[in-house]
């Protein structure tokens, strides 16, 4: 589905990314974790198509397109979507036109009818039982005023509106209280098919008790420096990143 | 043209247009307006056209527009409107009532008494000069006099017709007026045109005006309103401008406000050539309130200049301004806000914000906020910002699939809407959003490329 192939890129003049690997299929779940500052949301959102990252070299295909050579708008109808570590608050764009605008340009890149008021009120619903999301939230702006945690739910939410193939979870743990994290999760799993897969990058565990991975990687300093199954999360709680940062050096 | 022609200035120019108009020009008009004639035009004469020298105008540059030649309609030209071509000009369709002035003329088709609640006047001012002068001669050139604008002492030199309102004490006009201000000539033409508002103690007026160009002829249009608001009257006066490149607009609005009046102003440019909008606004009772508003979009070389002045001259007065610019292109824009708090006026509350957003390299926006405070228990505030669109809320959308033409109308509009949601007429925030779409996918610039 994802194959990422000696990918390097820089902002700023300085170099993030310095030769990433990574293949990821159908029905897998990849863990990405990782110290502060070592390139994971470089990373996610070089994959999202964010301008401000300069590729340098390596190549990224996309379900058999080249990646790098999509629109932002377009890797997400492609299927691609990236939950921000940090959503953006966007005051005056109402909740309910923006979910509705990007579920109609989803449909419309595949051919389809733009969805009734009526559809879409119902679809929204679903999802929003699901997450057991406030009504209250998708009444007003986008993210304005939620709070850290809504912010994360917000997100996942509008995740279960567009069902896409590849989800990029950065840090969507964060901020998020006991019960949030597992109807985040519980959603997440929910949404999962042997057809799409999900990139977690987090800090912790926790998350990983109910994402379960295939594998987790270790990013360091702009590479994935180990790769390994889910154990490899638990050795990190356990002894955290110096005895990798070490072997490396 | 001439040779000799050539050498005189354009205020020269005017000048001489008066006075071989003179005759027509106190034609059929009332003594309370022809007496006003002399004096002004002597007053513009000594003043002459503003530079950049000028400190009020030193971001608008009228000389160059000025130097066109233009003809005049000094006499009423009795065409008839085609109403259908009129609403194809994106004009906000409401329940209002509805009157038409073509030229700065009030239209004979209009029927505004069908509908009016009793003792309301919306008349030809023209006429009511004329038949009715008790109803203005307290008010007309009472605000406008005081000015040293020399494009207000022009109007008043030139000015024969234009809107009369009239809402006598307690009376209540529910729905909207809707004024339309078309322009239409097949050659370059200015516009003089004089409007007046009077709100009686407790009266309640909305008022819609809507400036058009239908053909695409230059124009110079120079229109000047008073509004008098009296005790505890309620008075809405919001201007949506929606006119050719090759428009010159100089609009002056001076509204004098007495005892717990409450007064909401908004000046929504969508499209124009230059514009300079001249708001002042006297609170000479307590309790007063005020609202000015004002969205600017601007792209190709337009200009656009809100100049506003807000004198507190009574305790307990609270006024808020909001003014947005949105700059594209070579555009440009300016925003003066002149707050001025008198010694008496303590317990004043006065607000001003100026937010600005380039989208293009070449725009360019001059704003200054200006506070003269002389009492000394006064909340005041004043801010302006200019910037670019936000990359990162630009990106989220992107992200989600939304196309990126799409996202920056989303992001414009969400910029304008903190404006249009303190509109106080219902109905209009949702045309004044539906314009400002129109217009951020180039359909209303369309509307005048015929
Ligand atoms: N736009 C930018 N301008 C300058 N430096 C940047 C920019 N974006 C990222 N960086 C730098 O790139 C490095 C990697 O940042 P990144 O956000 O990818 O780290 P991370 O692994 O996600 O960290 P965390 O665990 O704290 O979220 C950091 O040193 C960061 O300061
Ligand atoms: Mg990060």
Known sequence: ?249 | MTITSQKISPAERLVSLFEQSRGTLNEGSSPLLNRMREVSMKRFAQAGIPDFKTEDYKYTNLNTALAKSYKQELVRENGVIDLNVVFERHIPQLDTHLVFLVNGWFYKGNKPESGLPKGIVLDSLEQVANQKPALIQDFLNRQAALSNDPFVALNTAFAKDGFFLYVPKGVALEKPVQIINLLSSDENLMVTQRNLIVAESAAQAKVLVCDYTLTSSSFLYNSVTEVFADEDSLVDVYTIQNQNNQTTAINSTFIKQERNSVLNTGAFSLHTGLVRNNLKIVMNGDHAEASALGISLTDKKQHVDNFVLINHDKPNCTSNQLFKNILDDDSTGAFAGRIHVARDAQQTNAFQRNNNVLLSDKSRMQTKPQLIIDADDVKCSHGATVGQIDEDALFFLRARGIGEKEARTMLMNAFAHEVIQKVSIEPLRERLSELIEKRMNGEIAKGHEQ
Not at chain 1, 33 to 44: E, F, I, V
């Open chain 1, 1 to 249: 589905m994802l194959s990422i192939k000696n990918l390097r890129a820089s902002v700023e003049g300085k170099e993030i990314l310095k030769g990433i690997n990574l293949e990821i299929k159908a029905g897998e779940v990849h863990a990405i974790m990782g110290p502060n500052g070592s390139g994971k949301s470089t990373l996610a959102n070089v994959l999202a198509g964010r301008e401000d990252y300069e590729i340098l070299s390596g190549e990224v295909t996309y379900m058999g397109q080249d990646l790098l050579e999509l629109s932002p708008e377009d890797r997400s109808r492609s299927g691609l979507f990236l939950s921000f570590q940090y959503p953006v608050e966007i005051p005056g764009v109402p909740m309910v036109n923006f979910i509705k605008t990007a579920v109609n340009e989803h449909r419309k890149f595949k051919g389809l009818e733009p969805l009734t008021a009526g559809e879409f009120l119902k679809l929204m619903r679903a999802k929003k039982d699901m997450l057991h999301l406030d009504t209250e939230l998708t009444n007003r702006s986008v993210n304005e005023g939620f709070s850290g945690g809504e912010k994360k739910k917000n997100e996942i939410f509008q995740m279960a509106m567009l069902e896409p193939k590849l989800a990029i979870l950065d840090e969507t743990d964060s901020g998020l209280d006991i019960d949030a994290l597992r109807i985040v999760a519980e959603g997440v799993n929910a949404l999962k098919t042997p057809e799409n897969a999900t990139i977690v990058v987090t800090h912790y565990q926790r998350l990983l008790d109910y994402i379960v991975p295939d594998f987790v990687h270790v990013l360091y300093k702009g590479r994935i420096v180990k790769s390994g199954g889910k154990e490899l999360a638990l050795e990190l709680e356990e002894k955290g990143y110096d005895w990798i940062k070490n072997g490396e050096n």
